[in-house]
T-cell receptor, first 115, second 116 residues
């Protein structure tokens, strides 16, 4: 069975601090995909990144970086030098290749950046 | 390029009524997904349509149904509404299953359904 756990329900940091959002997943498939989505107060989910299970290379995109470690089944997301506009709910998600595009989302982490 | 659109933005119904929600995918996308985001329950997968057929279904009762039209737009129908159906319903689209995947899904702004 596939499962995504985001243990941090809420995080609050002061602007310019670095913050890491944790994501731990469970799957029996050898081929799977991991995603991060951002949901700002407007409600619309914004796609951030997709990684497949064969690519463990970490990725950096501006102030965002992702650390994928299969050994610990984790796909953590770090925001460097956080800004108020980063305030949102962030969802980690998993899709097993065998489950035909069904995406299972974690419960989300609400990130608040204080000025 | 236009994103995923959903209508209506808000919908208010009473218990027992039927609700119809609509979604238009990004041009070129053949897959449409429906999710329910109820308060405190996160995002729950409802339905996946691709090339006009239902490909996968989440753990929801049969009164949640839908369809996909030849132009790949989709409708979600909820019959015999219950109070707990009140939620934000999100539609997403992606390239179809034949494009390999799972592909990243792009979400619409959602329809907020309130059942009184």
């Amino acid at each position: 069975a596939q499962k995504v756990t985001q243990a941090q329900t809420e995080i609050s940091v002061v602007e310019k601090e670095d913050v890491t959002l944790d994501c731990v997943y469970e799957t029996r498939d050898t081929t799977y995909y991991l995603f991060w989505y951002k949901q700002p107060p407007s409600g619309e989910l914004v796609f951030l990144i997709r990684r497949n299970s064969f690519d463990e290379q970490n990725e950096i995109s501006g102030r965002y970086s992702w650390n994928f470690q299969k050994s610990t089944s984790s796909f953590n997301f770090t925001i460097t030098a956080s800004q108020v506009v980063d305030s949102a709910v962030y969802f980690c998600a998993l899709s097993e290749y065998s489950s035909a595009s069904k995406i299972i989302f974690g419960s989300g982490t609400r990130l608040s950046i204080r000025p | 390029e236009a994103g995923v659109t959903q209508s209506p933005t808000h919908l208010i119904k009473t218990r027992g009524q039927q609700a119809t929600l609509r979604c238009s995918p990004i041009s070129g996308h053949t897959s449409v997904y429906w999710y329910q985001q109820a308060l405190g329950l996160g995002l729950q997968f409802l339905l996946w349509y691709d090339e006009g057929e239902e490909r996968n279904r989440g753990n929801f009762p049969p009164r949640f149904s839908g369809r996909q039209f030849p132009n790949y737009s989709s409708e979600l129908n909820v019959n015999a509404l219950e109070l707990e159906d009140s939620a934000l319903y999100l539609c997403a689209s992606s390239l179809g299953r034949l494009a390999g995947g799972p592909n990243e899904q792009f979400f619409g702004p959602g329809t907020r359904l309130t059942v009184l």
